[in-house]
C-alpha cells in the first residue's frame, strides 16, 4: 500500500506520453531536438503554483528556476547558473519573477518563529520587510499586510535581477532582455501583473549600474 502512490506515478507517466502521441505522433521527436524557450521563470517551489500550466505553456516554452518565496539572491550560485545559461545561451526575451498570495516563506518572515537552516533563508524576505517597513507597518489588517508583503517581495526580486552582472551586461551588448513582476493568486488563478518593469541600465540608480565587462 506504501508504494501505490509511488507505482501510480509511473502509471501517470505511461498515459500522459500516449496522450501526447495521440495529438501528435512526433511531439517528443520534436522536443529531442533542443530548447529555445522565449521565458525564464523564476518562482516559488510552492506546488500549487505550476509554471507552464497558469500561463498556457508548452513542453520546450518555458525556462524554470523555482525556490522558497521566488528569491533572486546575488550569493545563490544554482540561481546565477540558471540565469546565466538562458540569458547567455538561450538567449530568452523575458525574465517573469513571480510570487503567490499565501506565501508560505512570506509568511515565515513575518512571525519570529526559528525554522532552523532556513532561517538564513527567510532572513532576505525579512530584508523586503525593513526596506518596505513604513508602508507595511501601517497596514493594521493582517490578510492584507501579507499580500502586500508578498507583492513588494516580488518587486524587490526583479529589482534584486536588475541589478545582476547577467543582466546588464546583456543589455550594454544591446541584447533584448524584459524583465517583469508578478503574482499569482492561488484562490482565483489570476496573475497580477505589478507593473514592475525592466529593459535597460538606463532604468536603474546610478550606484547600482555596472561598466561593460
Not at 87 to 116: D, E, R
Not at 176 to 189: A, D, N, Q
Amino acid at each position: 500500500m506504501k508504494l501505490d502512490f509511488y507505482r501510480s506515478l509511473i502509471e501517470n507517466n505511461k498515459k500522459w506520453v500516449e496522450s501526447k502521441l495521440d495529438d501528435d505522433p512526433d511531439f517528443f521527436k520534436k522536443l529531442e531536438k533542443g530548447q529555445q524557450p522565449p521565458l525564464l521563470w523564476i518562482g516559488c517551489s510552492d506546488s500549487r503554483v505550476p509554471a507552464n500550466e497558469i500561463i498556457g505553456g508548452k513542453p520546450g516554452e518555458v525556462f524554470v528556476h523555482r525556490n522558497i518565496a521566488n528569491m533572486v539572491v546575488h550569493s545563490d550560485m544554482n540561481m546565477l547558473s540558471v540565469l546565466d545559461y538562458a540569458v547567455n545561451v538561450l538567449k530568452i526575451k523575458h525574465i517573469i519573477v513571480c510570487g503567490h498570495y499565501g506565501c508560505g516563506g512570506v509568511k515565515a518572515a513575518m512571525g519570529s518563529k526559528s525554522y532552523g537552516l532556513a532561517d538564513n533563508w527567510i532572513r532576505h524576505i525579512r530584508d523586503v520587510y525593513r526596506q518596505h517597513q513604513k508602508e507595511l507597518g501601517d497596514i493594521t489588517d493582517e490578510e492584507v499586510l501579507f499580500d502586500r508583503f508578498v507583492e513588494f517581495n516580488a518587486m524587490e526580486q526583479v529589482y534584486n535581477l536588475a541589478k545582476t552582472s547577467i543582466v546588464q551586461n546583456a543589455w550594454e551588448r544591446g541584447q533584448e532582455l524584459f524583465l517583469h513582476g508578478w503574482v499569482y493568486g492561488v484562490g482565483t488563478g489570476i496573475i497580477k501583473d505589478l507593473e514592475v518593469n525592466f529593459s535597460c541600465n538606463s532604468q536603474l540608480e546610478e550606484f547600482y549600474k555596472l561598466g561593460v565587462i
